[in-house]
């Protein structure tokens, strides 16, 4: 059966949404990096995206990451892969080695175990720390106070090569204030980036500060239900 999602028409509508956002936030469209994020979509969409220029993706998990984007990188070398989901330290060498950065460092242990492959794969790799900006305690991340703290020991205990924050905050709350709030803390670390945004409210995350935008269903359109 056909796929009728037309993912380069979906992903032309979303720059030009970031473009119009930042636009209108006075902020330079290029300054904001769009992630693509394939969580369960079938390749032939992931690979409708890179047929379209698309070269920045998202990944949640490790395991779907590694049944799919070695092949895709023999033919396209080019790609910026991200981890976006969760990290378990029992997965960290794994992570290290297919992921360009890793976006959800959040706790001591974890960060350990990072420099630990980074130092073993002697591999290059770029760090956003993960912070929970709506303190909810069903969600990953660092409290919002502990930010400068734990950013400090990533970067001096452990070497790591920290960018950014990253968030995901409350479904039902206004994103402009997240990303407004994250925006700051970044700041007052010494960082420039700031992940903030998905499908549904992106453009507001951009107008209010977000430098990277992790846009999936929007793209790709819904993923498609699990075989039983």
Same mark, same amino acid.
């Given at each position: ?18 473009? !119009?956002?930042?636009?209108?936030? =006075? ?19 992931? !690979?409708?995206?890179? !047929? ?33 989901? $969760? ?7 794994? $992570? ?15 960060? $350990? ?17 993960? #912070? ?7 969600k990953a991340g660092?409290?919002?106070? !502990?930010?400068?703290?734990?950013? =400090? ?5 452990? =070497?790591?090569?920290?960018? =950014? ?13 997240h990303a407004a ?12 980036? #700031?992940?903030i945004g998905m499908?549904?409210?992106? $453009? ?25």
């Amino acid at each position: 059966m056909m796929d009728t999602v037309d993912v380069a028409a979906n992903l032309a509508a979303v720059r030009a949404r970031i473009d !119009e956002a930042a636009a209108e936030a =006075g902020r330079d469209p290029a300054a904001v990096t769009l992630i693509a994020v394939g969580k369960a979509q079938p390749v032939e969409r992931i !690979e409708a995206a890179l !047929e379209a220029g698309q070269r920045i993706f998202g990944e949640n998990y490790v395991q779907e990451a590694q049944g799919r984007w070695p092949a895709l990188r023999a033919r396209h070398p080019d790609v910026e892969l991200h981890l976006i989901g $969760a990290l378990q330290t029992n997965k960290a060498k794994d $992570a290290v080695a297919l992921f360009d950065v890793i976006q959800t460092v959040d706790r001591p242990r974890l960060a $350990a175990a990072l420099e630990k492959e980074i130092t073993k794969q002697d591999k290059a790799l770029r760090c956003f720390v993960q #912070v929970n900006t709506g303190k909810e305690p069903q969600k990953a991340g660092i409290m919002p106070e !502990e930010t400068a703290s734990f950013v =400090g020991l990533c970067r001096e205990s452990h =070497g790591l090569d920290v960018r =950014g924050l990253m968030a995901i905050p409350p479904a039902d709350e206004d994103i402009a204030l997240h990303a407004a709030f994250l925006a700051r803390l970044a700041g007052q670390s010494g960082l420039s980036q #700031v992940s903030i945004g998905m499908s549904d409210d992106y $453009a507001d995350a951009v107008r209010f500060g977000a430098t990277h935008v992790r846009v999936g269903s929007a793209i790709f359109g819904a993923r498609p239900p699990r075989s039983p």
